[in-house]
């Protein structure tokens, strides 16, 4: 079985900071593209920010300037620093990764999203 392990949410006050985790623990043998989407109260997930395994990176344009996922290839985690948080940015932050578990096989998984909170 393959998880995402997140960590790193919370309650924050407007213009502060918080650095999400995520570390996909289990039976993998390698990790693909890494992303961060958001999900607002009655509102659909959306996506934030993407990672390639080389380290390309995109972001929506609400958070760039803002927010810089990054990875640790080794530890198969993915990191979101966000800094200059607004009320706008309260959501479940939500994981995702392509893994394999063998050389054939990949999987579209998802962690189950820390809360972000922000206060004004």
């Known amino acids: 079985q393959v998880h995402l392990v997140e960590s790193g949410g919370g309650l924050v006050q407007s213009g502060g900071s918080l650095r999400l985790s995520c570390e996909g623990t289990?039976?993998?043998?390698?990790?693909?593209?890494m992303a961060w989407y958001r999900q607002a109260p009655g509102k659909e997930r959306d996506l934030v920010a993407t990672?390639?395994?080389?380290?390309?990176?995109h972001y929506v344009d609400s958070v760039k300037d803002r927010f810089t996922i990054s990875r640790d290839n080794a530890k198969n985690t993915v990191y979101l620093q966000m800094n200059n948080l607004n009320l706008e940015d309260t959501a479940v932050y939500l994981c995702?990764?392509?893994?394999?578990?063998?050389?054939?096989?990949?999987?579209?998984?998802w962690g189950q999203g820390p809360q972000v909170t922000v206060c004004s």
């Open positions: 990672i390639q395994r080389g380290g390309e990176t």
């Open positions: 289990g039976n993998i043998y390698r990790i693909n593209n």
């Open positions: 995702f990764a392509e893994v394999q578990v063998s050389a054939n096989y990949e999987f579209a998984c």
